[in-house]
Nanobody, 119 residues
Framework: QVQLVESGGGLVQPGGSLRLSCAISGRFISIVSNAWYRQAPGKERELVAS??????TDYAASVKGRFTISRENANMVTLRMNSLKPEDTAVYYC??????????????WGQGTQVTVSS
């Protein structure tokens, strides 16, 4: 079992910055990839940013150039968010695809952390 715990959300003014962290723990062989998703009220969950084990990254068009996903170490992934806009308001979820056994991969989710961008 793999546990993901997000932290770093909160209230920030437009144009401000936040840094989200995702702590990864539990039993796994390796992390194949990580991602951050978000879900705003009344909307579907959407992919914000992803990073592979080889540190290749990808971003949603709406956050490219403002957000940066990085792997601090084997057990920590962060999302740095700059120039935040009210439309970035959402619950942000950490996601991990883990290799848990021979040819066995599973996807895990954190509980989410609220980000509110408002003046």
């Amino acid at each position: 079992q793999v546990q993901l715990v997000e932290s770093g959300g909160g209230l920030v003014q437009p144009g401000g910055s936040l840094r989200l962290s995702c702590a990864i723990s539990g039993r796994f062989i390796s992390i194949v990839s990580n991602a951050w998703y978000r879900q705003a009220p009344g909307k579907e969950r959407e992919l914000v940013a992803s990073i592979t084990s080889g540190t290749s990254t990808d971003y949603a068009a709406s956050v490219k150039g403002r957000f940066t996903i990085s792997r601090e170490n084997a057990n920590m992934v962060t999302l740095r968010m700059n120039s935040l806009k009210p439309e970035d308001t959402a619950v942000y979820y950490c996601n991990a695809e883990a290799l848990t056994g021979w040819n066995q991969r599973k996807v895990y989710w954190g509980q989410g952390t609220q980000v509110t961008v408002s003046s």
